[in-house]
């Protein structure tokens, strides 16, 4: 048999699925030929195949290298469920205990250890595994390796030991972190630099990216929840005492809300999960530490209500949406005061420079994903080194922003900053701007100055959004210690009226938030009415809304409107049972 078809084989009848995902089939005949490779996949893309069946293509136990115990367990659990022999080393086990489960994996023909970086390090594993045929080395979440991530392990970098002591045993490197800092990190600690590497797209075509300034956030929350009642999503808040608040606010506006965040009691947290997890309307509201590992499908939308704090941790978190590939949203709400408040986290960090460098590049590249008039889509993917074409279903390519020449405007906010001797924060410089008589105003005689109230026709939310715009715009800058506003390099054209400069316009979001999938009314008035048709059949079957239609099913029936029985078993999702319970209602309601 080929690799091919044993690989093909392996695919259908050990884990019962039809077809390859993207280079899963590539990847999977190069390490089973023996080769290394460095494999970066999104999340959900299916990374784990890659080294299971070459693993079990080959002769021996595969190691698998993993950060955390706890997505050991669920590989080694979902495994089992499949047949497949597994185990996992704890890192608290004794050496006496580590070597029994090692005997067992060699007479009883386990395939797959999943042990922690610490332990492959010791030498004492090292030796017990001499005997013992391996069939390949995985390196799970390899970003780990990379002190420029969040998730940095020091003993991942030790793992080059592995290509030193079994030059001939196949290894390969999984992650998710497309940052090209990273990536450098990984192919050096690892002796990866000869391996192939494959890079899968990180494009979500199913994916609609809003983003919204703040401008009585819960108000536009709201308008957003309203235009998708009985729909599951994650709102994400920056901290816990917020995230209470939130979800309490929802709850008083009768949405189905729960809290999550590590300060709830264990029970509570768990249970609120749950619930999550099963139930297809559900809205979680949670800190970031929500969604690691979770594999809900039908997540229809991830709402940052806070800015996320850089790009990568962004595309992780709004990545959680639509797993099932069907139509989903991404929403970000942001304002000036977060940008602030998180450039000074990192700016007052006790990190080295470089880091600190390094994290508010990150932090930059989010802020003018938010601050950006181009496809979001092609913002996000440019930041990862990816290109694309125009998305089409964005807010800026649905409804491009409209621009006007602020140019005189900037170069008064600008020119202010400079008389002030970039000495003064943003309140001061407003003031002065809008002719304020204030006590500073007085006490530091900002009143003598020529730009005084030059801009006392606009308000100060206006002023404040367009210092907003000049800051991501990286003309502006901000001196975290005092607060106070700096010109950079880029200011200088302008000020000297060598430069235009266009900003947008406010956008109104009713019109932002349009769900792009629903053409027409009719369309969204059906899409409505069998959403509400799924929910008390639900209720009256006690099964979950999933169960009785998928999301797909829905938007199947929207597009197509089968008008009998025969149309709607063209429907994805309808088989002979559901036909015969459903028919008639789906029918109806398509015919109404
Ligand atoms: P990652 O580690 O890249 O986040 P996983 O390996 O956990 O992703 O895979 C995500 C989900 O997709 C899992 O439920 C997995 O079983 C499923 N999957 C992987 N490959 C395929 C495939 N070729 N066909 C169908 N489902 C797949
Ligand atoms: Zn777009």
Not at 262 to 283: C, D, T, V, W, Y
Not at 294 to 302: E, L, M, N, Q
Not at 468 to 473: D, K, T
Not at 559 to 577: D, R, V, W
Request: proline share 3%; charged share 20%; net charge positive.
């Amino acid at each position: 048999m080929t690799y091919k078809s044993q690989a093909h084989e392996i695919l259908n009848t050990i884990f019962g699925y039809n077809e390859f995902r993207g280079q899963q089939e590539e990847i999977i005949g190069h390490v089973a030929n023996g080769l290394n490779a460095f494999v970066l996949m999104p999340t959900g893309g299916g990374k784990s195949l890659c080294y299971q069946i070459p693993a079990l293509m080959r002769d021996g136990v595969a190691i698998v290298v993993s950060p955390l115990i706890a997505l050991m367990q669920d590989q080694v659990a979902t495994l089992s469920e499949l047949g497949i022999e597994a185990v996992y080393l704890a890192s608290n086990l004794e050496p006496e205990h580590v070597r029994n489960i090692l005997i067992q994996v060699k007479e009883h023909n386990i395939k797959f250890v999943y042990v922690t970086p610490e332990r492959v390090n010791s030498y004492r594993f090292l030796q017990l595994l001499e005997n013992i045929p391996i069939s390949l080395f995985a390196i799970d979440e390899a970003h780990c390796v990379s002190h420029w991530g969040h998730d940095f392990r020091p003993e991942y970098q030790k793992l080059g030991i592995l290509a030193t002591t079994y030059p001939h045993v196949p290894r390969i490197a999984l992650t998710a972190t497309a940052d090209h800092y990273t990536r450098v990190d990984i192919l050096h600690y690892l002796h990866l630099k000869e391996a192939r590497a494959f890079h899968s797209s990180f494009m979500r075509n199913n994916l609609v990216y809003i983003v919204q300034e703040k401008n009585n956030a819960k108000s536009q929350l709201l308008e957003f929840l309203n235009g998708h009642i009985g729909q599951s999503g994650i709102i994400y808040c920056n901290s816990r005492n917020s995230v209470d608040k939130l979800a309490g606010f929802l709850q008083d506006n009768n949405f189905p809300a729960l809290a999550y965040h590590a300060g709830l009691e264990p029970a509570i947290r768990e249970n609120n999960h749950l619930k999550f997890l099963q139930n297809s309307s559900m809205i979680i509201v949670a800190t970031v530490a929500f969604g690691l590992g979770i594999d809900k499908p039908d997540v229809r939308y991830v709402y940052h209500f806070d800015m996320p704090r850089s790009i990568d941790h962004f595309y992780q978190e709004s990545g959680r949406a639509g797993r099932d590939d069907m139509p989903a949203f991404s929403v970000v709400s942001f304002g000036f005061k977060e940008i602030i408040e998180l450039s000074r986290l990192i700016i007052l960090s006790d990190s080295d420079n470089l880091k600190k460098k390094y994290e508010l590049n990150r932090l930059k590249k989010i802020i003018a994903y938010c601050d950006s008039t181009n496809c979001r889509q092609y913002t996000l993917l440019e930041s990862m080194s990816e290109k694309s074409a125009p998305c089409g279903r964005c807010d800026n390519c649905t409804n491009p922003p409209k621009m006007i020449d602020q140019t005189i405007t900037v170069q008064k906010i600008l020119a202010t900053i400079y008389k002030v001797g970039q000495r003064f924060g943003i309140t001061q410089i407003i003031d002065i701007l809008r002719g304020r008589a204030t006590i500073n105003i007085q006490v530091w005689e900002h009143h003598r100055l020529s730009t005084f109230g030059l801009c006392s026709e606009l308000n100060a939310k206006s002023l404040r959004r367009i210092i907003r715009q000049l800051y991501s715009r990286g003309i502006v800058d901000i001196d975290f210690t005092t607060g106070a506003l700096k010109l950079t390099d880029k200011a200088l054209p302008i000020l000297r009226k060598l430069e235009d400069i266009y900003l947008p316009v406010a956008g109104k979001l009713q019109q932002r938030i349009k769900d792009v999938w629903l053409r027409s009314e009719l369309d969204e008035r059906l899409y409505r009415s069998l959403i509400n048709w799924r929910h008390k059949v639900a209720v009256l079957h006690r099964v979950s809304q999933h169960a009785i239609l998928t999301e797909r099913s829905i938007y199947e029936i929207v597009k197509h409107k089968p008008k009998n029985t025969g149309e709607l078993q063209k429907i994805y999702g309808i088989g002979a049972s559901k036909l015969e319970r459903f028919a008639t209602d789906l029918i109806n309601l398509v015919n109404v």
